[in-house]
């Protein structure tokens, strides 16, 4: 595994060597996606509610598990603007990010799945995606892996081929490949479709997420690089930076997507019998904690058998009686696990490569995951929900043109994935197009003491299904009218629904009201 020398431990002497003219240069960007990835890092597990503290309920054990977890998003977080409490828009990948790339919230656009191109929407089919307002502002932009829904894309094509919107968002895409092989364990269910994890069968310079890790770093290394073998024969396989443009440069990380494969020697890191906390007891917890559900919910949670906990458990029983169901769950973090160890060892690659770029005292760095993902909690494995777990996300700004004095604090302000496109039109001194929901984060980033940019937003999985987290409650409207409330304070796992209980009626229709304002006007 990939450990690196502490990011920028020169940063101070960088600073004074920067020109006046450098510092008046529009900034280049390094844009990070890594999928699937939920709040596990290290920086990030000890907050309220993190379920690493389930797994792990020994604090000696879980510094040392997520020491061994992510030790370039650890290391990266000391000398960026970690973001802890960061949610996307919606629980999907395609959903999340083209919300996230369009500035457009899915209840205004309807795009609540990924079955088909954004543009093919009357609603998106013309909207300027955060890249295409770069290129359009005099960028290079360019990228290769999963930035939008999927990493393929030909500019020359049919639109429903081109899924990277290469024809509108890059001056340059490059399609590589994805993710790592590998085949089914013990405890991965025959039936529960792509629901599969085991050991990998490549060794990780052979899988796709390092080749794309590795190729965005070669070009920030040397300028330009060309992809070592073809997956397609459609499009470039080259990226070369310009030398005179600012450049906006993308790299999508794959896994922990499902399925869950990596490297042999990442599962090797978590053995299962750490996992004290997924036991009998923690399961029969779950399972009490859906008594309070209203009938909205039921629909979200797996104990029907098209959930993907449902295929585990029932496959563990017929492996390995009652108590394979223990054993089963244990398998399946530890395979998810694993693959967020793969995907941090991949962000490390690019890493490398940014410190080692001749561009790096004018790159701001930015990398973000696009939901989050349930691994037990309401009965529950996946993201397609409007509950905690499923839609806070991880999100990092570095700038090494500000000599930051609060880097590596922990910004605690609320803040969404929405919000990075007004946030990096801002870096580039640019205005944000009037369609664009969300705020500039700067103030944050610059400094970890200033208040938040804003008081609440919403997040929102298919037609009706809405999630209203404000600073102290989450409030949830179901399609049906059902409803939730957590406070986030006191019950940061979201354990006591309190809609439940009439003295708090009044705060419901008040919190109902803000919802129904946000939908009319999202901000």
Sequence with gaps: ????????ATAAILLLALTTQASEEKPNFLFIAIDDLNDFAGFS???????LQIVYPDPKVRKEVVERLTPNLNRLAEYSAPFVRSYCASALC?????????????????????????????????????????????????????????????????????????????????????????????????????????????????????????????ILEKGSAQVDERRTNIGPDTITLPENRPFFLAGGIFRPHLPF??????????????????????????????????????????LSKKGKFYHVMAHARSVSGAEGEIEGWRAMVQA??????????????????????????????????????????????????????????LLLFYDPRQQDQTAGVLRRQLASLNDLYPTISEYAGLKTPDHVVGKSLLPVIENANAPATREEFVFTYM???????????????YKDGSQELYDMHADPRQLINLAINPENDELLKSLNSRLENWLKNPF
């Design 1 to 8: 595994m990939r450990h690196l020398n502490p990011l920028f």
């Design 45 to 51: 597990s000890e907050e309220p509610g993190n379920f």
């Design 94 to 218: 395609g959903p999340s990010r083209t919300s996230l790339m369009t500035g457009v919230a899915p209840h205004v656009s309807g795009y609540y799945l990924h079955s088909r191109h954004f543009r093919t929407y009357d609603t998106l089919k013309d909207v300027v995606t955060l890249p295409q307002h770069l290129r359009e502002n005099g960028y290079f932009t360019a990228g290769a892996g999963k930035i939008f829904h999927k990493a393929i894309g030909n500019a020359n094509g049919p639109l429903e081929n081109d899924w990277s919107d290469a024809k509108y968002s890059w001056n340059v895409w490059v399609n590589h490949g994805q993710g790592a092989g590998g085949k089914p364990g013990k405890y991965a269910p025959p039936e529960g479709g792509n629901m599969q994890f085991g050991r990998g069968t490549q060794p990780k310079e052979e899988t796709g997420d390092w080749k794309t890790a590795d190729f965005i770093a070669t």
């Design 261 to 302: 494969y990596a490297p042999p020697e990442f599962f090797d890191l978590f053995p299962v019998n750490e996992m004290s906390g997924l036991n009998r007891e923690s399961l029969n917890d779950i399972l009490n904690d859906l008594t309070d559900l209203p009938k909205g919910a039921e629909r979200f949670t797996d």
């Design 336 to 393: 998810y696990l694993a693959c967020v160890a793969f995907a941090d060892d991949c962000l490390g690659r690019i890493i490398e490569g940014y410190e080692n770029s001749p561009h790096r005292n004018n790159t701001v760095l930015v990398m973000w995951s696009d939901h989050g993902y349930h691994l037990g909690p309401k009965y529950h494995v996946a993201k397609q929900a409007v509950w905690e777990k499923a839609n806070r996300t």
């Design 463 to 477: 037609q009706g299904n809405h999630c209203l987290r404000t600073e102290d409650y989450a409030y949830i409207r």
